[in-house]
Structure formats: C-alpha cells, structure tokens
C-alpha cells in the first residue's frame, strides 16, 4: 500500500511542542517534511503504475482498431472487384488487371500480397470453360487440382477454378488454374461468402511462393443483375469469388501500432493464444514482458485473437525513476526548508513577534491582491481573444458556405442540364434501362442542388444576411397562388389539397417571395407525408391583430417527445425516417427563420394518427386608407403585369 504522512494527533503534539520551544520549529518540519516526501513518493508511484497500464490499454485498444480498420479497407477493394465482376457478363483479365492495378496495392495495401478470382464452374461446362480463357489470353490456361488438396473431398458436381491473379510483386501468377474445389481450409470460407453474401476469412493457411502463415480474405460474387435474398438464392447466382492474400508477418508489419518498439503483438487465428494458430509476431523475437492484454476480434465471419505484452522498454526510463526523484527533491526541500526555518529564527528571535505578525498579515493580503488582480487581467486576455476567435471563425464558416455553396451549384446546374439534353434525346439513341438510371442520377441531382440552396438560406439567416423587402399583400391573394403550383403534386398522390379564405381581405407586410417559400416547405411536407386519399386544409383566418394561416393534415402525425425538435436542423421525425421519406431537414428551420424576420411565429400542433397541423402568425398591418389603397393597387399591377 502506498504510504501515507502522519496525521492527526502526534503531527498536531509536536506542533505544541514546537510552539512552546521555538527551537524545535526546524526539527519538526524536517520530520514532517520527511514523512510527507515519502508519501508523496509512494502515491507517486502508485500515479506512475495506473498511468503506465492505461498507457498501454490504451496502446492495445488501438492496435485492435487499427487491425479491424486494415481488414476493412482490403474488404471494400474486394467489394470493388465483386462489383466489377458483378456488373458485367462477360470480364476478362485485361479489365481485372486494369482494376488491380488501379488500386495500387504496393503503395496503398502493402499488407496485401495480391487479388485472385476463383470461378465457379459447372464440371460438365470445363471444356469450354478453359477455351474461354485460352482465347481470352492465356493460350496455356489448364486446369490442374490444388497439391494441397484433400482426395477426400471427390470431384463433385462443381468446380472452383482459380481464373485471374495479380500479385503485388508483379511476376507470373502461381496458382492460375489451379482447382481449389479440395482445399478445406479455403473451401469452408468459400461456402460461408457465398451463403451470407458477406466477405468471410479463411483459416491459417500457408501462403507461397516463401512458405509462411497467412490467411485470405474471400467476397462472392453473383451473375449481373441478381440480388439474391435467400441461401438458395445466392447458391444459385454465385459467379465466383474474389479473393485477397495475404502473409501474416507483412500484413502486422504494415500496419501502423502505437508504441511499436514498446509493446509485442500477437496474432492467431481463433479464440485461443494457440501457437500452432499463430499468424504473426511482432516483434519476432519474444523478450520477458511485463503487462499482457487478450483481445479478441470478430473478422468477417472468424474470431481472431490478439495478445499484447509490454516490453522491458515500455516502463524504462523517466516512468521508472519518477518516484525516486520525487522522494529525493522532497527530501531536499525538508532540508532546505528546515535550514532555513533555523536561520530565520535566530535571526529574529529578538524582534517584537506582534509587529511580525501584523507586518506578516499585511504582506500576505498584498500578495493576495496582486495575484487576484493578476488572475483578473490574464482572464480577461483570455476573454477577449477567444471572442476575436470565435467571431473570426463565424465570419470564415460563413465565407467558406457562401464560396462552396457557389462553387457546387455552378457544376450540379451543369450536371442536371446536360442529364436533361440526353433524357430528351430519341427512344432509339437511348435504352430504357439506361434512361431509368439517368432520370435517378437526375432526380439524386435536383435533391443536391435543393440541399446546397437550403444550406446557403440558412447560412444567410444565421449571418443576418437574408434581404426581406416586406410590401403590402393580401394574405388571400399570396396563399392561394402559392398552394395552386403544389396541387399537380398532390393530385399525382391522390391528394386533396383545399384552401379556404374569409370574405374580409387580410393585409399583411411581408416579402413575397419569401412568405411563398415558406408556405412551399410547409405545404411540400405536408403533401409528403398525406397518405392517399387524405386531405389538406390551408385555412386564412384572422384572430384579433394576428393573421393565421393554418395548413392541417391527415397524415401520421408527430409524437408528443419529438414536437419540441421539428424546426431544429436536420432533424427528421421518426415517421420520415420509418417511411423513407426524402429531405434534409431544413425546411422547416428556414420557414421558421423566414416567419420571425417578418415579426412573426411559426408553431406546430399533432397528434399521433390524427395529423399535424403548423400555424403561422403574422401582425396585421393596418396603415392609413390612402396608403393601403395605393399599396394594394401596386400589388394588383404587379400580379397583373405578372
């Protein structure tokens, strides 16, 4: 246990008796200054040890996720080639050397030692099978069993040919043709990959042309077209697998560990340190270690685990003498403290003790104010430069949405036009399958370009950059235009959209353009959200000085805990999500920001399978006659003229 300074009663005796005899002051604070330093030591050291194991916790936790982050990359190069192969018919090894190498794998996965394909083929389809690949380019394609085969296993009704291979050392492949229908190890990862549709890790294996272990990385791939949902399924569209090789010592070698020199990894394949599953070491060589660690990992369908040792160099050096420095500089202060405690009271010994201690009080309350006044002035440093930070960055955050904003809309307009100068070209210039594909690319582009124009609003209004010009406007003659270019929408839903307005004209001050547009987010979810054969009530109303325009539905409704957040950015209610609703999330944030600068409110009622209902409050505007009259005659000009 870690020591301790003495307290309670005998530290406080011999303070008595200290007081009682000055003489006995630098005595009693060299023992107390004593105990305390080999206190402090001993917590120290105990602070050291806790620090250094989660030094090295921490060191193994990140060793893992770097493990699991390389095994993802080489998935997803895998997923490439299964989706190069799963897009096409007919392949050959000229696109799959094309994509191998796009990939770069010396400098990019230097773990991996290369990529193979592995075909399945029916054993009655062999014959034209290997004519295929003659023709294709390798003239002395043939197919000969694995040597590591297992006899035991039959030729079956299915053959697992291994078709392409490209290694990372750029030299002839060894293992083209090869029949792997026998491999055990290999075939039992084959089958898993094919049956989940996921990539799967093979047992230890033994990888050449340099015998070492290692293991594969596998992922199915099935005819163009298909998507199989079912094991019968999959079974029945596998093309073939795309494999990933790897050696165990160069995959854990490039892999980049924190405290590499510090900490001895351990790999094995399984759920068990066995050390005939042992994959790789690093470093090679074992050394006594201290601290140990085992971890184990779920990796694509395997278990894979991992010991960590601490090496004699993790706890070296400064860790290890930290305690003793600490016991020696405190024991050195004891001293020091106490020699001069000695001098200063035989040197003052002779002095008025109650001067001494007013003088002392005095002294002290100065020292105290000035490291206040200090503390106060360095503060408000501190306050005044992260104000100037945090305006900087509100001014560089809204300079850089403005500028990428700009800069996304110019090539997405571009994109979209030319999308539409190919949709409109004639039936015989374009498939049908190639047409659907190009109006989804269309409509993906519309829904980028909304999303840029939604952030470049709402970075206006948190900048107070929005430009409101309010005019005179009856609020029946804004809404009703503005609901009539959503009802083609609702009509094509089986939507009804009603809009339903007093006799008395409503005139408000509003901006247009902007009142349309948030009527347009507000009405658009609305009609979004409505199933068939619902209805959509927009009602004009006005309720004392306040002029409301309710938009009602019959859609699902919002629960009570998720009302409060709807106008938040970005968020999405649990319906939107559940249904696969398109938006951003920002429709409504901007309406409410376009309602309060015009002095307003924007609220929200619902209820659960009843619908939802967003009220929108605007001040009267109630101005002279003569100026009303000739306001609302510049407005009938304009719609006029419109």
Request: glycine share 8%.
């Amino acid at each position: 246990m870690p020591f301790s300074p003495p307290s309670g009663r005998a530290p406080r005796r011999l303070l008595r008796r200290a007081a009682a005899r000055p003489a006995l002051v630098p005595v009693v604070m060299l023992v107390l200054g004593v105990a305390f330093s080999v206190g402090v030591a001993s917590r120290f050291q105990s602070a050291t040890h806790d620090r250094t194991e989660q030094e090295f916790r921490t060191a193994a936790a990140d060793s893992t996720r770097a493990v699991r982050s390389e095994l993802a990359r080489s998935e997803d190069a895998l997923r490439g080639a299964a989706g190069l192969f799963g897009a096409s018919s007919r392949l050959g090894r000229t696109e799959f050397r094309t994509y191998v190498r796009s990939l770069g794998l010396t400098s990019r996965y230097p773990s991996m030692q290369g990529i193979t394909y592995v075909s399945s083929v029916p054993t009655g389809d062999l014959p034209r099978f290997v004519a295929e690949q003659r023709r294709d380019g390798a003239p002395g394609f043939a197919v000969k069993l694995a040597p590591d085969s297992d006899p035991r296993l039959g030729t079956g009704k299915e053959r697992r040919i291994v078709t392409f291979e490209e290694t990372t050392a750029g030299g002839p492949p060894l293992n083209l043709g090869y029949d792997v229908s026998a491999r055990v190890g290999a075939r039992g990862a084959q089958d898993r990959a094919r049956d989940t549709g996921k990539a799967a890790l093979t047992a230890r294996l033994t990888v050449l042309p340099n015998p070492a272990p290692g293991f594969s990385l596998l992922m199915p791939v099935y005819r163009p077209g298909v998507v199989p949902r079912t094991v019968a399924e999959r079974r029945a569209a596998l093309r073939g697998w795309a494999i990933a090789r790897f050696r165990g010592p160069e995959f854990l070698a490039n892999i980049h560990r924190p405290m590499a020199a510090e900490v001895r990894v351990e790999l094995f394949d399984g759920d068990r340190a066995d050390g005939r599953a042992l994959l790789a070491a690093m470093p090679r060589t074992p050394e006594a270690g201290g601290m140990t660690s085992t971890v184990h990992l779920d990796a694509a369908g395997r278990t894979w685990t991992l010991r960590y040792t601490s090496l004699p160099s993790f706890a070296s050096g400064y860790r290890q003498r930290a305690p003793l420095i600490a016991l020696i500089g405190g024991l050195f202060l004891s001293i020091t403290t106490a020699a001069l405690v000695r001098i200063h009271i035989v040197a003052r010994r002779q002095a008025d003790r109650e001067v001494e201690e007013r003088t002392g009080q005095l002294r002290d309350a100065a020292q105290e104010l000035t490291r206040v006044n200090l503390d106060l002035e360095a503060r408000n440093r501190e306050v005044e430069a992260h104000s100037r930070e945090v305006e900087a960055f509100a001014v560089m955050q809204h300079e850089f949405v403005a500028t990428a904003s700009h800069e996304l809309r110019t090539p997405l307009t571009s994109i979209i036009g030319y999308l539409e100068l190919v949709l409109d070209a004639p039936p015989d210039e374009l498939s049908s399958e190639h047409r659907g594909h190009l109006k989804v690319v269309h409509r993906g582009g519309q829904r980028l370009l909304a999303l840029v124009g939604d952030l470049l609003t709402v970075d206006k209004v948190d900048a107070g950059a929005m430009e409101i010009e309010p005019r005179l406007e009856r609020l029946d003659t804004l809404v009703a235009p503005a609901v009539e270019t959503l009802r083609p929408a609702a009509e094509r839903k089986g939507v009804t959209l009603a809009v339903e307005a007093g006799r008395d004209p409503i005139v408000v001050r509003v901006d247009r353009d902007r009142f349309e547009q948030v009527l347009g987010n507000i009405v658009g979810n609305a009609v979004k959200f409505t199933p068939p054969a619902g209805e959509i009530r927009v009602t004009v109303a006005r309720r004392g000085d306040t002029a409301e325009v309710r938009v009602a539905d019959t859609g699902p409704g919002i629960p009570a805990d998720e009302l409060p957040r709807i106008f938040d950015r970005f968020y999405r209610a649990s319906s939107s999500v559940r249904s696969a609703t398109q938006g951003t999330g920002l429709g409504l944030t901007i309406a409410r920001s376009l309602v309060e600068a015009h002095g307003g409110v924007l609220t929200a009622e619902s209820e659960v399978g009843r619908g939802t209902t967003f009220v929108i409050g605007l001040p009267v505007a109630e101005p002279p006659a003569e100026t009303l009259a000739a306001e609302l005659a510049g407005v009938c000009d304009d719609a006029r003229s419109a």
